[in-house]
């Protein structure tokens, strides 16, 4: 399969047409900007990364009764995945609190949940993506009630799946985002990546930063921090 018009290109990740109408191939950056844009960067390495591990967690994922848009890895950083159409909501999962939520409710970094949080934001760049809840997603027809349920469902199954699996590689699973899109019968699946810009990941033992924090944060070791959790998983898989 081979690359068409490109379609789309957003900060991370360039979207390309196929033959196929139902297939798209992304092609993965080493571009990275935080705070909506404005911080913008570049992480060596990163597009290659973000790449591999997004596939094999998402071909793990499948296995684990997740649908996804992944469909096969095309070189190291082209994808071919299944076209959707993106449902415009960002949905985080925490098991720990950190970001954004220990700003907002004034508990500390590393504080363990009893139970992990989800939360929507309206996926919206103009409006910096606000948060919100899944009844304004359903009065402005962002999604419909069964879709958040399945969303909702997904989501958790994710986090019970991706906990464990880093826990085994040394690394605590913090929180994470995640995006979901309907492909053209309305079946929602799994969409965007899963990788060290969309999670907070912490060593285990030590719990340094493994994770784009370092970029957000000015923490330095940024590509080396990419290196090592993309070792992790390799040695576990
Ligand atoms: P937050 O604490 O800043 O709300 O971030 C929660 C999680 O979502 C964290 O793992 C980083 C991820 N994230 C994204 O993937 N994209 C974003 O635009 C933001 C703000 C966070």
Redesign the pocket.
């Known amino acids: 399969m081979t690359r068409g018009e490109q379609l789309y290109e957003g900060k991370a990740k360039k979207v390309y047409r196929t033959d196929d109408p139902e297939l798209l191939i992304v092609s993965y950056k080493d571009d990275a900007t935080a705070f909506n844009g404005l911080k913008k960067g570049t992480i060596v390495g990163k597009g290659v990364i973000n790449n591999q591990m997004s596939n094999q967690l998402m071909k793990r994922l499948e296995k684990a009764g997740v649908p996804t848009h992944f469909v096969e890895e095309l070189s190291e950083r082209d994808t071919l995945v299944r076209r959707v159409s993106i449902v415009p909501l960002?949905v985080?999962i925490r098991n720990i609190a950190?970001?954004?939520?220990s700003k907002r409710y004034g508990v500390e970094e590393g504080v363990v949940f009893s139970a992990p949080t989800i939360e929507f934001s309206y996926k919206n760049d103009e409006l910096g993506?606000p948060l919100m809840n899944a009844y304004h997603a359903i009065a402005m027809n962002l999604a419909t009630r069964e879709e958040i349920e399945t969303i909702k469902k997904y989501a958790f199954a994710v986090n019970d799946f991706l906990k464990a699996f880093w826990l085994e590689a040394g690394v605590t699973l913090v929180?994470?985002?995640l995006e979901f899109g309907r492909l053209s019968d309305g079946t929602i699946v799994l969409a965007d990546e899963i990788s060290p810009?969309?999670?907070?990941l912490w060593d285990s033992k030590t719990h340094e930063k493994l994770d784009k924090d370092r970029f957000r944060r000015d923490l330095g070791g940024v590509e080396d921090a990419y290196q090592e959790i993309m070792r992790r998983l390799k040695e576990h898989a």
């Open positions: 960002e985080i950190a970001g954004s939520f993506d929180d994470f985002k810009d969309t999670c907070r």
